[in-house]
């Protein structure tokens, strides 16, 4: 909300207020600006933040959480103000976090959030440097190391996914940068989404033509990043995508696996979609990530991949999620055979009643056939 006007005090005095906003400025979610305030450049006021009185935001200044800013406070650089910071300062750089005086002068070059997994976690995982930590959902769990992968989140592709705040990819420019294991399974899979069934972004590691691929609509544009293969089976794959200053780049272990011209950006997507969900390894519109997580980085500028050395393979899933009859294929016939068994207790067509465990319970029930459904509604 934007509340300008009225009188402010600053420099020992009282003064007519006006908020001035410009540039790429954006004010966005419950946040307010009040008073006096200045917001230019690539500056935001999200999620809860107060900004009050004569205070300052500019260049790539982000104030979130339910932080506070009064007075006549100056933010520039890629100050980031987070949890219940109250204060007035000026600062160029660093995390403002808390009731302290001087910021945290701990931070990566032109990151907006970043998920290592370094650490244990069963529900929050949390952010490299500030509060906007990430929600593990469903049966993700964590797990110490995997395939050579110290620190992951594993993923089995029914219902198992890691929900984001949405201010991590609310900006113009952006860079997406994953540590990925793919096991295989269902043919189309989202790792990466981010908006809703109309307006969106994803990231797939095999298409329905069978190759990675990054899309990105506002629902009346569509563009894509389109690979010549797959994500291997069974290995991590480092996978970045950049969209910034109207080009678009997909990089598959350091090497450019397609680029384009791409006039939208993160912000025109979730200014189409009704709702603005991110998710790792969930999808409104493709079947869930079946495999694992090293990391999930978040630029506003190009950054370099971390130097990880992976090494090892797993065997991939062979197995399609749904498909009862073991035919290789999931379709409606399937859902018909799972019914029936639900009706008559037997159904000779059911030959592995695991694929339709959509419900990781070890028994089925109709709440599978449910989700199931669904899943077909997305192909």
């Not at 189409?272 to 969930?282: C, H, L, P, Q």
Request: one cysteine or more.
């Amino acid at each position: 909300m934007v509340d300008g006007g009225g009188w402010i005090y600053v420099d020992n005095g009282w003064k007519q207020g006006a908020v001035r906003l410009s540039d790429n400025a954006v004010i966005s979610d419950s946040a307010v600006v009040a008073g006096g305030v200045t917001v230019s450049g690539n500056a935001k006021v999200l999620q809860k933040a107060y900004i009050a009185d004569g205070v300052t935001l500019s260049e790539n200044a982000v104030a979130k959480g339910m932080a506070y800013a009064y007075g006549k406070g100056g933010y520039s650089g890629q100050v980031i103000l987070d949890g219940d910071y109250a204060n007035e300062e000026t600062l160029k750089s660093g995390i403002g976090f808390g009731w302290l005086d001087t910021a945290n002068p701990k931070y990566t070059d032109g990151m907006i959030s970043g998920y290592g997994f370094d650490s244990e976690c069963s529900i929050w995982s949390q952010d490299r440097h500030a509060a906007t930590d990430a929600i593990l959902c469903g049966n993700a769990q964590w797990t110490k190391e995997r395939t050579s992968a110290k620190g992951v989140v594993s993923l089995d592709g029914i219902g198992s996914y890691i929900e984001l705040d949405n201010s991590v990819v609310k900006t113009d420019d952006l860079q997406i940068s994953l540590g990925i294991l793919w096991k295989g399974g269902s043919k189309v899979q989202d790792v990466f989404f981010a908006g809703d069934e109309k307006a969106y972004m994803r990231l797939t590691p095999s298409n329905e033509n069978g190759v990675a691929e990054f899309t990105i609509t506002d629902g009346k544009t569509t563009k894509s990043l389109t690979a010549d293969k797959a994500l291997e089976k069974g290995t991590w794959s480092q996978v970045s995508v950049r969209i910034i200053d109207g080009k678009g780049e997909l990089i598959i272990n350091n090497k450019s696996a397609a680029s384009a011209d791409v006039s939208l950006t993160p912000l025109n997507v979730l200014s189409a979609s009704e709702n603005d969900n991110v998710y790792i390894g969930k999808s409104s519109i493709a079947s869930d990530f079946n495999g694992a997580v090293d990391y999930c980085n978040f630029w506003f500028k190009p950054a370099d991949e971390p130097d990880m050395k992976y090494s090892g393979k797993e065997e991939s899933d062979s197995f399609i999620m749904g498909d009862v009859d073991l035919n290789g294929k999931f379709e409606l016939n399937d859902a018909v055979i799972l019914q029936h068994w639900l009706l008559t207790g037997k159904d000779e067509k059911l030959k592995s009643w695991e694929m339709g465990n959509f419900t990781p319970d070890n028994s089925l029930d109709v709440f599978d056939l449910t989700v199931m459904k669904r899943e077909l509604l997305k192909q």
